[in-house]
């Protein structure tokens, strides 16, 4: 009998390796619940969440942005990154899955909310633009839409996290070198608004072009003129681990090509910790991050495409929060969640906070878990925290985080939830779909084997 009960607990263990700890497929949803009617009425290809996830680390591979000193040209560092990251896109119609040249993927959980996905390119509602900042004529606010992909490599770390969708691990956020993170900003902005937008890339989008609480969702265009590029790196250059960079589109270059009017703003590998405003105002140049002067002119912004950056003059796209640079905002990426940025009306003193350099998986405090520069993880991880897990705390927060991205609070329309959670419903029942599905099965196989050996077990006895 102690020979059937060791067999019984190895198939168990066994069982447990092979199904319980195996990561996807996985089931989320791919946009918004609020878009369903829309998107069956439209008559097109609906959005599809590229979640395939690598289960193994890819092999590092011959990075061509690698091969560039990012300190010495940072120009051309982000413009192999530009290649990079649009080969084969457009052959794929920007649908991460389906590109031949390498697969793209996005991270879940992103659907949930105020302005979650939309359905027909995966746009998350970004931050409202605010006047007079993408163009000197840009006299009204204006929405802009978001898209992120993760190639392979980070793309791993993604999975990882979300290895049981009920029950994700932020403390595998890892991102192995040569995860690439690339963000598409579109704005409602049209060329009247912002002239340099002209011939810009042009998606059909499920948006709601208004900026006040009373806006509606149609279909509309909205135009490319924003890409950020994270990088994972080894170079002993980038304190952090990570290097940031920016591009903006710039149609007054010629040729009809939006790729090649897309111009470089900025890299960045540091956060110059302890240089304050007043010492870049006062000459002391930054050191670990680099600015185009040919797009961004301090003495006089409306002269340069870009009408303002970062904290302290640390590199920030337009489409990003000024209270920040674009490498803080990211490395204050944890679980439970942080401030992103320095509280409103902090002293520079207490901003400076912001502006360590914290090495890769480096909590921002104690008691915090890093999230590895990765915003993404962070919504999805709060969103799947509030909708899935009712978490009313965390929705306090989420509420505030959206009010100052949006410029105001959504109204609530149903009593007993908070604003933002208002008519989501009930989470999807997964069912025995994805992860649930290879789980039962295993149940099955594990409960077949232990009937087998019980009765092999009582045909011995019995002929013994």
């Known amino acids: 009998m102690k020979k059937l009960l060791l067999v019984i607990c190895a198939v168990g263990m066994l069982t447990h390796m092979a199904f319980g700890q195996k990561c996807g497929p996985y089931d989320f949803p791919s946009y918004s619940v609020y878009d369903t009617a829309a998107a069956r009425s439209w008559g097109g290809i609906a959005f599809q969440l590229s979640s395939a996830y690598p289960t193994t680390a890819p092999a590092a591979g011959n990075y061509a942005w690698e091969k560039v000193d990012f300190k010495k040209k940072p120009a051309e560092y982000l413009n192999a990154l530009l290649n990079y990251g649009w080969d084969g896109m457009e052959d794929a119609k920007w649908k991460g899955q389906d590109n031949k040249v390498r697969a793209w993927y996005h991270a879940p959980w992103l659907h949930e909310g105020y302005g979650g996905r939309e359905f027909i390119h995966g746009l998350v509602m970004d931050r409202t633009v605010e006047p007079n900042v993408l163009s000197s004529k840009q006299k009204d606010a204006v929405r802009s839409y978001s898209i992120t992909y993760y190639n392979a490599e980070a793309a791993f770390a993604l999975g990882q996290v979300w290895c049981d969708p009920?029950?994700?691990?932020?403390?595998?956020?890892?991102?192995?070198?040569?995860?690439?993170?690339?963000?598409?900003?579109?704005?409602?902005?049209?060329?009247?608004?912002?002239?340099?937008?002209?011939?810009?890339?042009?998606?059909?989008?499920?948006?709601?072009?208004?900026?006040?609480?009373?806006?509606?969702?149609?279909?509309?265009?909205?135009?490319?003129?924003?890409?950020?590029?994270?990088?994972r790196t080894a170079s002993k250059?980038?304190?952090?681990?990570?290097?940031?960079?920016?591009?903006?589109?710039?149609?007054?270059?010629?040729?009809?090509?939006?790729?090649?009017?897309?111009?470089?703003?900025?890299?960045?590998?540091?956060?110059?910790?302890?240089?304050?405003?007043?010492?870049?105002?006062?000459?002391?140049?930054?050191?670990?991050?680099?600015?185009?002067?040919?797009?961004?002119?301090?003495?006089?912004?409306?002269?340069?495409?870009v009408q303002k950056?970062?904290?302290?003059?640390?590199?920030?796209?337009?489409?990003?929060?000024?209270?920040?640079?674009?490498?803080?905002?990211?490395?204050?990426?944890?679980?439970?969640?942080?401030?992103?940025?320095?509280?409103?009306?902090?002293?520079?003193?207490?901003?400076?906070?912001?502006?360590r350099n914290l090495g890769s998986g480096q909590a921002f405090a104690a008691g915090l878990t890093s999230l590895d520069h990765s915003l993404e993880l962070r919504m999805g991880l709060l969103n799947h925290a509030v909708y899935a897990k009712r978490d009313t705390m965390l929705a306090n927060k989420l509420n505030e985080e959206l009010s100052d991205m949006l410029g105001f609070t959504p109204v609530a329309r149903d009593a007993g939830l908070p604003d933002f959670m208002q008519d989501q419903g009930e989470p999807a029942d997964?069912?025995?779909?994805?992860?649930?599905?290879?789980?039962?099965?295993?149940?099955?196989?594990?409960?077949?084997?232990?009937?087998?050996?019980?009765?092999?077990?009582?045909?011995?006895d019995k002929k013994d």
């Open 430 to 460: 997964e069912g025995l779909t994805g992860r649930n599905l290879v789980v039962f099965i295993g149940f099955v196989l594990l409960m077949v084997a232990l009937i087998a050996l019980l009765v092999w077990n009582f045909l011995r």
């Open 309 to 355: 950056l970062g904290f302290g003059y640390r590199l920030q796209g337009p489409f990003g929060n000024p209270a920040g640079s674009i490498l803080s905002i990211s490395q204050a990426s944890t679980w439970p969640i942080t401030s992103l940025v320095p509280p409103s009306g902090a002293s520079p003193d207490s901003s400076m906070n912001w502006m």
């Open 237 to 305: 250059d980038a304190s952090t681990g990570w290097v940031h960079g920016v591009m903006m589109y710039d149609g007054r270059i010629s040729g009809d090509n939006p790729k090649t009017k897309f111009v470089p703003l900025g890299v960045q590998w540091g956060n110059d910790p302890g240089l304050k405003p007043k010492d870049v105002e006062g000459g002391k140049p930054l050191t670990e991050t680099w600015v185009n002067t040919k797009v961004w002119n301090q003495k006089d912004p409306s002269k340069g495409l």
């Open 166 to 231: 009920k029950s994700p691990a932020p403390a595998k956020a890892k991102f192995p070198v040569g995860s690439v993170i690339m963000k598409l900003y579109f704005t409602t902005a049209d060329t009247s608004l912002v002239p340099h937008l002209l011939g810009a890339m042009e998606w059909e989008a499920y948006v709601e072009k208004s900026v006040g609480m009373s806006g509606s969702k149609e279909s509309a265009p909205v135009r490319l003129a924003q890409i950020d590029f994270s990088v």
